[in-house]
């Protein structure tokens, strides 16, 4: 069964930066795209960044603005995907989440929250 298991969250100051993670683990993750999602409050769930499974590859939102860094790496049974997040703005806050791209897998995580207010 896949699982996800995000981390990394917080509360920042407007400029400030995070950096999430998010463990997955599942056989059906092998060669994979994987992305994180936000779901900000009274908004629908929306994509921030891709990256491909040999991590060469990205896609980013318009909003991202290169204020983004999506990585990953691939173990045999457990894959690692990381969102560098800097000069965050308050419109950035949210609970962000990982989940297989374009289609995402039916179960999501319980994502991580990430306040960005003075």
């Known amino acids: 069964q896949v699982q996800f298991v995000e981390s990394g969250g917080g509360l920042v100051q407007p400029g400030g930066s995070l950096r999430l993670s998010c463990a997955n683990s599942?056989?059906?993750?092998?060669?994979?795209?994987m992305a994180w999602y936000r779901r900000a409050p009274g908004k629908e769930r929306e994509f921030v960044a891709a990256?491909?499974?040999?991590?060469?590859?990205?896609?980013?939102a318009e909003f991202v603005e290169a204020r983004f860094t999506i990585s990953r790496t691939n173990g045999r049974n457990t894959n690692t995907v990381y969102l560098q997040m800097d000069n965050l703005k308050p419109e950035d806050t949210a609970v962000y989440y990982c989940?297989?791209?374009?289609?995402?897998?039916?179960?999501w995580g319980q994502g991580t929250q990430v306040t960005v207010s003075s």
């Open positions: 599942g056989a059906i993750l092998h060669g994979s795209t």
């Open positions: 989940n297989t791209y374009p289609r995402p897998q039916r179960n």
């Open positions: 990256v491909y499974w040999h991590g060469t590859r990205t896609s980013y």
